[in-house]
């Protein structure tokens, strides 16, 4: 009877920690995509102090970071960033959209303007991470 009773505690905190489990690893690779994301910013924030205008070449940013694989399209990978000047903004260069997609399949982006505002945004589980990012939603933090 008590090796039943002790078997049976088991199995219930098995069930409970299972659920606990999957839940933190997908938070935790969310993560890594966030934070790849802000690595390429650092990245695009050197470039435009110096050029005074952002970029969309995966080659200039690549020299710059090597940790991380820049693509001019979708990101289809985990660790790949997709780099998108909108066309909208007030010159080009002027706004860059970085874009990530996590191992989970949420794309994760981070959209710099010239006046050094940040917007965040995600979309939800995606083949790939549209580059213009016209389904993702904005705010102030992920």
Not at 20 to 31: I, K, L
Not at 65 to 80: H, M, N, Q, R
Not at 83 to 106: K, M
Request: net charge negative; hydrophobic share 45%; aromatic share 10%.
């Amino acid at each position: 009877m008590e090796l039943t009773v002790v078997l049976l505690i088991i199995a219930i905190l098995i069930v409970i920690a299972i659920p606990v489990w999957y839940s933190v690893r997908s938070r935790t690779q969310d993560r890594a995509a966030q934070s790849e994301l802000r690595t390429a910013a650092g990245a695009e924030m050197a470039w435009y102090s110096d050029a005074r205008t952002y970029t969309e070449d995966p080659v200039e940013l690549q020299q710059m970071e090597s940790a991380l694989t820049f693509v001019p399209g979708p990101s289809t990978d985990p660790k790949e960033v997709s780099l998108y000047l909108d066309p909208a903004a007030p010159w080009n260069g002027a706004t860059v959209v970085l874009g990530s997609r996590s191992v989970t399949g949420r794309c994760f982006y981070l959209r710099m303007t010239h006046d050094s505002q940040q917007r965040f945004g995600s979309t939800g589980n995606v083949p790939a991470c549209d580059v213009d990012a016209s389904a993702a939603v904005w705010a102030d933090e992920w």
